[in-house]
């Protein structure tokens, strides 16, 4: 309960932030185990034995609504490409491990 002869009832606390503009971190997240809901169950088997150096699928997750990529999770051993703004490290690091690539995009 604070009454008015508390130290800290009156004044302002913290740091202001001028123009504050939310859109800027407006950052939805995808985990690495929800990927391959992005994509059809048949696309999964077509590309199921592909090797790293001939096709593999494409993942675009910013049609999806989503710009960030996190590593949470496992990803089946099957390569892929994921294209997204943004990407944690150990999400890259997954990726990387079963034979696929991070696209960075604008």
Known sequence: M???????????????????T???????????DKIWTLVSEQTRKKYENADP???VPVIDV???GFFKVLGKGKL??????IK????????EKKVKA???ACVLTA
């Open 2 to 20: 604070f009454d008015k002869y508390h130290p800290g009832y009156f004044g302002k606390v913290g740091m202001r932030y001028f123009h504050k």
């Open 22 to 32: 939310k859109n800027q971190f407006h950052r939805p997240t995808i985990n690495l």
């Open 53 to 55: 150096n001939g096709k």
């Open 62 to 64: 910013t049609k999806a």
């Open 76 to 81: 089946p051993e099957q390569p892929l490409i």
């Open 84 to 91: 997204a703004k943004f990407f944690s490290k150990l999400a």
């Open 98 to 100: 079963v034979g696929g």
